[in-house]
């Protein structure tokens, strides 16, 4: 472990490290599970699995969240790699993941593929959740998590297209502007007022 985290694999080669800070987060969504299972076990909505049972339900539903989030953030990486972009690392940290990629995108083309890649992934990551609740018995814990985690995937995707930096959406409108325009400077500032526009929509709601 380093001032920058530690290391907990690799994945084709690229470094996948992990932020003390992270565990913060990795603790406040174990809590997250661990009440949404006590709630929905209460309600009679999940058959009862005694406390180690929502305690390791919980524990495994917060692994596979941030199993996600990485997936999300290595489809942003391998198509950084196909496009021959070097990738430092994928990083989990208090504020979710990232990957550190080592250049901008050369083309309009190019940004809009590797930024793309992460929300699809999450989505499709969604749809095999939702899939895969099917083949658990309702009111089971296993049932309720993959419903759970097909949600927040879905979610995950879906908000990460809002249209401004810093999230994919950013840069998707970012892409799209540069290539209708072909001004990368002048896409960047649009794709900035986006984040602004966002970020005040969000304190509004």
């Known amino acids: 472990m380093n001032g920058k985290g530690f290391s907990i694999g690799r994945i084709h080669g690229i470094p996948i490290t992990v932020d003390a800070s992270w ?13 949404d299972l006590v709630t929905a076990a209460n309600q009679g909505m999940v058959a009862s699995a005694g406390s180690v049972g929502v305690w390791v339900g919980a524990f495994v539903g917060t692994l596979l969240f941030f199993g996600s989030i990485v997936v999300h953030e290595l489809s942003h990486s391998l198509v950084a790699v196909g496009r021959g972009i070097q990738v430092k690392r994928i990083r989990l940290f208090i504020f979710g993941g990232v990957s550190e990629i080592e250049e901008e995108a050369t083309t309009p083309g190019v940004e809009f593929a590797i930024t793309i890649a992460g929300p699809l992934a999450s989505v499709i990551l969604g749809g095999m959740f939702f899939g895969f609740s099917f083949l658990f018995a309702g009111g089971t814990i296993v049932h309720h998590l993959t ?33 209708v325009t072909g001004d990368f400077d002048r896409a960047t500032r649009v794709a900035v007022v986006g984040g602004r526009a966002v970020a005040l929509l969000l304190v509004v709601v």
Request: no cysteine; charged share 15%.
């Open 23 to 35: 565990l913060i987060v990795f603790f406040l969504i174990w809590m997250f599970f661990w009440t």
């Open 147 to 179: 419903e759970r985690l097909a949600f927040v995937n879905v979610v995950l995707g879906v908000f990460n297209l809002a249209p401004g930096f810093p999230l994919d959406g950013g840069r998707v409108l970012r892409s799209i502007v540069w290539k």
